[in-house]
Structure formats: C-alpha cells, structure tokens
C-alpha cells in the first residue's frame, strides 16, 4: 500500500498508464483490480499508445464492476513533436500529426491535452522550443497541463527545470501521473485535485488547481527483475533505442513477439 497524501476534500488521480493490449504487462481487469484494493486512487486513466481500446474497455468493465473509483478514457498520442495525453475523449485521436493539430482535435471533442515526461530527452517527450512556443500563441491553442511527476527514471531527470519554467513561463496544471507498465507502479505518480470525481477533476485541470504528487519511485526490485526482462524483450522499453537494441542483440522485433 502506498502513502497517498492529498488535504481533505481532494482526490487523487492517475491519468497516465499502459495496459497490455499496449506495451504495459497487465491486462485492462488485473489493473481495475490493483487499483481498487491496492490504491487509493479516484479517478485513473488507461492511456495505451496511439490506441483508445483499453480506455473503453476499462470504462464497461468499471461500470459492470462497480468499483469505487472512475475511470475516464484517454490515449497516449505521438504527435510528430513528440507523446501527447490525451484524455476524457470519446473517439481515438490520429497519431503523426504536428502538436498544434493533435490538440486541437482533442480540444474539438471536449478533451483535454496534458504533456507528459516533458523534456525528457530519452523518451519521445515535447520539448522546451515546443512548449516555449506553445506558450506564446495567442489564436487559442493550448495546453492543459504538463506531468511534474512520472515514475520513470527517464523523465525524473527534467523534473526540476519543468517544473521552474511551468510557474515562471507556461503556468499548465501541474500532474503527476505513474506511466505505470506494471501493476505495481500504479498511482506512484498522481495528481491531487479538489474534489472526487471524474467531472472534478476534469474542472480542476481546466482552472490549473491541480498538484503532482509523489509516492516515492518503484525500485525494480519491487518489481521484479524478471518481469522487467520481459516487459523489455516482448513489448519494447519506452526509452528511445532500447527496444531495437534488443531486438539485434536477441533477435526479435516488436512485430514477431506479437
Ligand atoms: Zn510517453
Ligand atoms: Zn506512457
């Protein structure tokens, strides 16, 4: 059990995870479970890459469940300036498009953009040039929010530097989200919003009265070297280059480990 801190009248959401319909290594029912009894999350998201599936299918399986949190759906999209969240939409969002394109397709249908692992070189991340420019369009483009937290080593690296120019410069809502591959990963990210429900938190990052929270990083211990092994040889490592690194050095590529 985690440690979830959040003041009295908040929830706390984690809006930014993987299934294995995706790269992730548990299926839509193993992470409602985990979420349900291991957590004390509110509201999560399944954001599959480029795939809206898994959000569908986590939203039917929660109402037939009736688990005492919410589910929205969501996406993770890879924009041609890099990975883009997407998330209360309704239909799935076209990947390879420019960013300011692929957010306003998601603003169209009343969902919302947040920037994950932002600046994260390793990973396939939005930029400092992108956000900067971002942040000076006046035609009514615009981001939600930005993830201060993700659990991933990777993106802990530009954490400090995000979070800095998003108070001076960008002034997004602040996430913090677990980009969980793994059950156990699950809510070691999340945000803290006023309110409990899906429809409050959807207000709280549209005012920008969210908070990322922590829950400490998940050691790969925990997680179990093994699983790690086989999360990187069957579904691909997240890190740029890993995944084709891999498959020379074993012989297998993404397709033929379908
Ligand atoms: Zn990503
Ligand atoms: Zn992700």
């Not at 006046?138 to 993700?150: A, Q």
């Amino acid at each position: 059990m985690g440690n979830w801190e959040r003041p009295d009248g908040h929830g706390i959401a984690d809006l930014h995870m993987h299934s294995s319909l995706g790269d992730g290594m548990a299926s839509i029912y193993q992470i409602l479970e985990y979420v349900e009894h291991k957590t004390d999350l509110d509201v999560i998201a399944i954001t599959d890459h480029d795939d809206i599936r898994g959000s569908y299918q986590a939203r039917e399986l929660a109402a037939k469940k009736n688990y005492r949190f919410e589910v929205v759906t969501g996406m993770e999209v890879t924009t041609l300036h890099g990975h883009l969240i997407a998330v209360f939409i309704e239909e799935p969002v076209a990947p390879l498009a420019r960013l300011d394109t692929t957010v306003e397709a998601i603003h169209k249908q009343g969902g919302l953009c947040i920037v994950p692992h932002p600046m994260s070189w390793l990973m396939r991340s939005i930029g400092q040039t992108t956000l900067d420019r971002f942040s000076y369009r006046r035609d009514g483009i615009h981001l939600n929010g930005i993830e201060l937290v993700n659990s991933n080593i990777a993106a802990r690296i530009s954490y400090e530097k995000s979070k800095r120019l998003n108070r001076k410069r960008y002034h997004l809502a602040e996430t913090g989200a677990s980009d969980a591959h793994f059950l156990v990963m699950i809510g070691s990210g999340y945000t803290v919003f006023p309110g409990k429900t899906a429809a409050d938190l959807k207000q709280a990052l549209i005012d920008r009265t969210t908070n990322a929270g922590s829950n400490g990083p998940v050691s790969l211990k925990k997680i179990g070297y093994g699983r790690v092994l086989k999360q990187l040889m069957f579904k691909g490592s997240p890190l740029i280059g890993i995944p084709k690194l891999l498959a020379k050095k074993f012989g297998r590529s993404k397709e033929t480990s379908k």
